[in-house]
């Protein structure tokens, strides 16, 4: 645990209004239920934050309590501009590259605002003041849980907030069956239970709210779309845009599907390559030894946690899916 943080709630209350808690572009489950934790947490102490993501983010979020009051820097820049110039704090909530956060990044870079980091993904770049940081901790939301016991005051947590944290805790963990998963956030779950959390709501609210198109595509992903190569310790899969169009794909509907190239019998490494209209993204996940931070470090400009990483490529997909294919043979040897 690398662990700086210097200020405290009174500090903080004395800055109330001039709070902005930031998140990752494209944010996922855990992303925004640390922002809108943390917000939770504060406001209920009397103190006013304001959450901005650089982007949008998938629809069954939307249900998340104060999702409301969420800014999106992309479809309100000046709104954004104006906050991020007037913040005294400025917290950047599961990332931890300037770079994941689009030309946000420079506006942070260039604010005087005080920069806290709080994280789990390696090797923090070094542009915040004060840090939370617990590098392969289950998710940032169990990290909130934990800063608001340590540094803030854990008597603020209330249902609003713990309905935030138990999403993250259970999106980045699969429901609790990945790896990154302790007894520290089992425990964490069960007193958020203990705050009015149910978790058969919160999964319903997560995972059973599909849209027939999503399920559809999801269907032709299965039959279709997954190539096993490497002697089928890998899994490849690719959707090019026009198969995006003619499923109506919206932001999100393509979450978690990575993982099923993943449960087939002897895959180490299952790669999802999408052509987006401004970028081809992947996501990479593994078992054991992969690691695909590295691999998407050295390759497509990403970069994760050992079993979970993304990246992405300017080239087209053609050339992404050739690259991926060579690139992978110089990473054989972790593969058993
Ligand atoms: P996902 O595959 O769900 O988009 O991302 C998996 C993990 O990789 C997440 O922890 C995410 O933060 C990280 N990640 C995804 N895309 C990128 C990227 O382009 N750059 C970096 N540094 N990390 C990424
Ligand atoms: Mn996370």
Redesign the pocket.
């Known amino acids: 645990m690398q662990d700086t943080i210097v200020h405290t709630l009174e500090d903080l209350r004395a800055s109330s209004g001039k709070i902005v808690i930031t998140t990752?572009h494209k944010p996922?489950g855990d992303a925004m239920g640390s922002s809108l934790g943390l917000y939770h947490l504060l406001k209920n102490a009397g103190i006013d934050s304001q959450v901005i993501t650089p982007t949008d983010y998938a629809e069954f979020l939307h249900w998340l309590p104060g999702n409301d009051t969420v800014v999106v820097h992309e479809a309100d820049k000046p709104k954004s501009k104006e906050l991020i110039n007037a913040a005294e704090y400025i917290f950047c909530l599961d990332?931890n590259?300037l770079g994941?956060i689009n030309e946000m990044g420079d506006y942070i870079q260039h604010s005087d605002a005080k920069i806290v980091m709080i994280d789990h993904?390696q090797d923090p770049q070094d542009f915040d003041h004060e840090r939370f940081v617990e590098i392969g901790a289950s998710s940032t939301c169990e990290l909130i849980y934990k800063y608001a016991h340590k540094h803030l005051d854990a008597s603020y947590m209330n249902k609003d907030m713990g309905e935030c944290i138990y999403t993250g805790l259970i999106t980045d963990t699969g429901s609790f069956r990945f790896g990154s998963t302790t007894s520290s956030t089992i425990r964490t779950a069960a007193d958020l239970m203990d705050i009015g959390v149910v978790p058969a709501t919160i999964y319903n609210r997560l995972f059973d709210q599909n849209r027939l198109d999503r399920l559809q595509l999801l269907g032709y992903f299965l039959a279709n779309k997954i190539e096993l190569i490497e002697d089928g310790k890998v899994a490849l899969a690719h959707f090019t845009s026009e198969e995006l169009s003619r499923y109506n794909v919206i932001t999100g509907d393509t979450e978690g599907f990575?993982n099923y190239g993943l449960s087939i019998k002897g895959v180490q490494l299952s790669a999802l390559i999408i052509d987006r209209d401004y970028l081809v993204k992947m996501?990479f996940r593994s078992t054991d030894v992969f690691p695909c931070n590295e691999f998407s470090a050295e390759f497509f400009n990403?970069?994760?946690?050992k079993n979970?990483?993304?990246?992405?490529s300017e080239d087209s997909l053609e050339n992404t899916l050739t690259k991926f294919k060579e690139s992978i043979k110089s990473y054989r040897s972790y593969l058993a």
């Open positions: 990752h996922d990332f590259a994941r993904h990575v996501s990403g970069g994760g946690h979970a990483a993304g990246g992405a």
